[in-house]
């Protein structure tokens, strides 16, 4: 699994993704469409992959043939991933491709924890279920992890409000 999650951030390093990796090598190049499809199968395995791919996407949208990617990602990917991070991108950059994925898309089928690493542990299990955000229920996932989605601006209002 190790291996895997590192080509892909290797991959990423080279798309302008701002992937940092402690060694950079070479990689067979793919196009961002497949690059995307397979990030989808890896993003509940690696909170940090889930991150690179919703930057990405808010970023660079642009540059995405949409048909292709919903294609791929329906024979090749996970839907419920794309559209669960699509959705959290249209939380910050409201564009039509985003609700084009999001409309190709459907929930996962069963309700679970969206990220293997908290479903190993009960109390995080626990609290991730009483927490849940309503974008990850919506696609019928478990997780309290949003933080990404803050501004420097945003966070920095929110740690004044905490201090005063």
């Known amino acids: 699994m190790e291996d895997k999650l590192n ?10 993704s701002k992937a940092l990796v402690a060694k950079s090598y070479d990689v067979e190049d793919i196009n961002i469409e497949k690059l995307i499809v397979e990030t989808t199968n890896y993003c509940r395995h690696s909170g940090r992959l889930m991150w690179v791919l919703l930057d990405f996407l808010i970023r660079n949208l642009d540059m995405i043939d949409i048909i292709e990617l919903i294609n791929l990602t329906k024979k090749q990917g996970d839907m419920s991933v794309l559209g669960l991070v699509a959705d959290m991108a249209r939380e910050k950059r409201n564009d039509i491709k985003f609700d084009q994925i999001i409309a190709e898309s459907q929930p996962n089928p069963t309700k679970e924890i969206f990220f293997y690493r908290v479903a190993k542990s009960k109390f995080a299990s626990k609290i991730t279920m009483q927490e849940t955000l309503p974008i990850y229920a919506k696609w019928n996932y478990y997780c309290n992890e949003l933080r990404y989605l803050m501004t420097d601006k945003e966070l920095k209002a929110n740690v004044l409000a905490i201090s005063s």
Request: charged share 30%; hydrophobic share 40%; aromatic share 20%.
């Open 7 to 16: 080509i892909l951030f290797q991959h990423w390093n080279k798309k302008d």
